[in-house]
């Protein structure tokens, strides 16, 4: 791999998309075992880069400078409620620009890099309300209320960091040497409001600005005193943590961490990331090795340190508890996952060692020291609430708010699009060019640019969903060879300039929306879509539907049958139960 050079793979490009699909998908998946997407050393420099200097220095000094504090002497500001407050609402703000989670080329955004702001801002893209019951939300598309609420969040966030912290009753009689505050508690209150608003219109901004887990703290912030709002804040990490660690314990996570070691520039051995497999090259399901990575390096660490470092009294195991979610974090940002969550991670570090080391359980900052139980169990309760309904009902709820991040266990999705059919994505309100277009304009041949976007798709392949999704096109379409198959999480980045991993965001909602404009024929494009599996059964349901028509056929299959197969299907698709068909009800088809 190259500094500026992708790592691309030895073949010919236009003799190897003349193969079987499933051909190319076993050789694509064999290849990413050992060499991940391939990316150039430089694309991660350029991450690096952004992380170093326009994230982490940027945010110091935005935050130490509006405090009187030093942004170089840490040891003056580490542990200052007001500098944590400040990171929190600088990332928020970056995360509602979209320059920081779900940006730049390993999230299929090539040129130009940043999806979220260039739309967000812009009237007539797509919008997706998260629930229709909602009044004053109907309509798919950004009206100039969208775009002036949109903007108004971002000047309150701002409005919010700007000016020196305040001296509030209850810090004083916490940390009576405190000299540099807090946030002002009321100009909290704007980015608490226009958040929720902006979020009832939009789900895309929301989780772009990853409300699910910001808000609760922008609300203790701007409600709670200072005692309170330190446990409430741990109770929140905690939660987040536990939650995406209990999400693991299915069959799909195993399936995750193999990919995600194959594809970090930080592992130059082969032979390790082959070592997460079982027996590369004829069987690539997870290894023992795979195993404890995922569920000793991953589960385990998720739900036991934060229970300690909730709990713990002892200065010593708090302190090596810290550490052990620190390097977790770290380790994570190592793997660049392609939804990059990078600046997520770094801000969950920082938030272990400001919260568990600067205020410990044992200095007045345990669960019990909250001013009354009452409050400590509404805490927990609105913490959990939606955790708990999205696990139980997975359709209701995002993967995020279920607080499921990179358990495997995904809403996702594949597109496939009869010759020539796709480039009527570029007549979508607020869409850039399709990627292999956009690859096209930075000097790609088109057929390398083909071959780097199917990449994408063996990485689908890689784990549970993609297996089910792909059996399913196999079933529907005699001419899968000849199609254009697209996995839907890096398409929906060109369509609504963000997504990180949930398949809600190009459910039918956005399909409908895309289809009035782009005007696919029946029968041009078919997509399959599966719901995430909720925790009490043991299958998954899909969708299949043609834009031109609606839902086609619904089914589910077994879960088990999916992370049991290998990705290229050699014993064929998997079994799939079909509960309702339009053409054993219309009696037509597609």
Known sequence: MGFTKPNFPPIDPEEF????????????????????????????????????????????????????????????????????????LWTVFLEALNVAGSWGPLVGKFKPMTGGVRFWAKLG???????????????????????????????????????????????????????????????????????????????????????????????????????????????????????AGFSKFGKHFANVVPPMVSNSPFMPFKWLKRAHYRDYPTDIRPSRVGDLMAHVGGTTVEIILPLVLLFSTNRVITLLAVAGMVIFHLFIVSTFPLAVPLEWNIVFAYATIFLFAGFPAGAGYGVTDMSSPWLTAAVVIGLVFFPILGNLRPDLVSFLPSMRQYAGNWASAVWAFAPGAERKLNSVVGSVPIQVDQLAAMGYDPAVAEVTMQQTLAWRTMHSQGRGLLSLLIKHLPDVDQRTVREAE?????????????????????????????????????????????????????????????????????????????????????????????????????
């Open 125 to 243: 893209t797509i919008r997706q309300r998260p629930w229709k019951w909602v009044p004053f939300t109907a309509g798919d598309r950004r009206t100039v209320l969208d775009v002036v609420l949109y903007v108004l969040l971002l000047a309150s966030l701002v409005v919010a960091v700007a000016p020196p912290g305040v001296i509030t009753p209850s810090l004083a009689a916490a940390l009576p040497d405190n000299t540099t505050g807090l946030v002002d508690p009321v100009l909290l209150i704007a980015p608490v409001v226009l958040l929720v608003l902006v979020g009832l219109r939009d789900k895309t901004i929301f989780l772009g600005a990853r409300g699910e887990q910001y808000l609760p703290a922008l609300f203790f912030f701007a409600a709670l005193p200072f005692v309170d709002m330190i446990i409430a804040l741990k109770l929140l990490i905690v939660v987040v943590w536990i939650g």
């Open 17 to 88: 998309l003349r193969r079987p699909l499933m051909d190319r998908m076993k050789y694509l998946a064999l290849w990413w075992v050992e060499n991940g997407f391939g990316t150039p050393r430089v694309i991660h420099t350029i991450y690096v880069f952004k992380l170093l200097f326009f994230f982490i220095l940027g945010g110091v000094v935005v935050a130490t400078a509006t405090s009187h504090l030093v942004f170089w002497d840490v040891a003056s500001w580490w542990n200052q409620p007001v500098v944590y407050q400040k990171v929190i």
């Open 490 to 590: 890096f398409l929906c980045n060109s369509l609504i300039g963000f997504n990180f991993g949930d398949g809600h965001l190009h459910n039918e909602d956005m399909i409908n929306a895309v289809q009035a404009q782009a005007r696919f024929e029946p029968g041009e494009v078919l997509i399959v879509w599966v719901e995430s599996q909720s925790v009490h059964h043991d299958y998954q349901e899909y969708k299949v539907i043609d834009p031109a028509l609606g839902v086609i056929e619904r089914g589910t299959w077994k879960v088990a049958d999916a992370v049991d197969e290998q990705p290229w299907l050699p014993n064929g698709p998997i079994p799939t139960n079909v509960t309702w068909s339009r053409r054993a009800e219309h009696g037509a088809g597609i």
